[in-house]
T-cell receptor
Framework: DTEVTQTPKHLVMGMTNKKSLKCEQHMGHRAMYWYKQKAKKPPELMFVYSYEKLSINESVPSRFSPECPNSSLLNLHLHALQPEDSALYLC??????????????????FGQGTRLTVV | QKEVEQDPGPLSVPEGAIVSLNCTYSNSAFQYFMWYRQYSRKGPELLMYTYSSGNKEDGRFTAQVDKSSKYISLFIRDSQPSDSATYLCAMRATGFQKLVFGTGTRLLVSP
């Protein structure tokens, strides 16, 4: 099973709302990622968690707050977003570089994304 | 210069054609290479994964990596209208968790 599940599939929120995106995987991967993708552009990395610790933050504004409560779950908390934050938000998972046996098997699997519209 | 260059297309071919998609890169530290297929408004789907140089085949898909030329390719044989999508190359350097993506090539296969 190479499935990464994201909920919700669609989300419309106002600029004063607080909402959360959720991601789940059961592949035993210890690295999980959030990406943002605008139309006709490649995914842009936002955050990486490795063994439930934040290892990369690509200078993302604080209105985006990631959380990794356990090895299977990844959340992205949203607050006071702007209309330009409207995009497809993708979660991905892979083996962590800290996992010795994963030396060769580090391909990343993506979820279907949450299409976020900020109004 | 971008780290990974990919022609955005669109690339239009008739059904049954052999399709060649390519990426070039500048970072010689890249060792892990991936090809993803992405349908409109969906997440990227992993098609092929290759470590270092060489060829890899899976059904109608063949991935090639030429590290000496810093050039990777994805070949699709007997292309089908259902192959119409955007194809993204992605790569990673040893010791780095971050994937670097090409811009994606839009492929259109007409019946």
């Amino acid at each position: 099973d190479t499935e990464v599940t994201q909920t919700p599939k669609h989300l419309v929120m106002g600029m004063t709302n607080k909402k959360s995106l959720k991601c789940e995987q059961h592949m035993g991967h210890r690295a999980m990622y959030w990406y943002k993708q605008k139309a006709k552009k490649p995914p842009e990395l936002m955050f990486v968690y490795s063994y439930e610790k934040l290892s990369i933050n690509e200078s993302v504004p604080s209105r985006f707050s990631p959380e990794c409560p356990n090895s299977s779950l990844l959340n992205l908390h949203l607050h006071a977003l702007q209309p330009e934050d409207s995009a497809l938000y993708l979660c991905a998972s892979s083996s962590s570089l800290k996992t010795p046996e994963a030396y060769l098997n580090t391909e990343a699997f993506f979820g279907q994304g949450t299409r976020l519209t900020v109004v | 210069q971008k780290e990974v260059e990919q022609d955005p297309g669109p690339l239009s071919v008739p059904e049954g054609a052999i399709v060649s998609l390519n990426c070039t890169y500048s970072n010689s530290a890249f060792q892990y290479f991936m090809w993803y297929r992405q349908y409109s408004r969906k997440g990227p789907e992993l098609l092929m994964y290759t470590y270092s140089s060489g060829n890899k085949e899976d059904g109608r898909f063949t991935a090639q990596v030429d590290k000496s030329s810093k050039y990777i390719s994805l070949f699709i044989r007997d292309s089908q209208p259902s192959d119409s999508a955007t194809y993204l190359c992605a790569m990673r350097a040893t010791g780095f968790q971050k994937l670097v993506f090409g811009t994606g090539t839009r492929l259109l296969v007409s019946p």
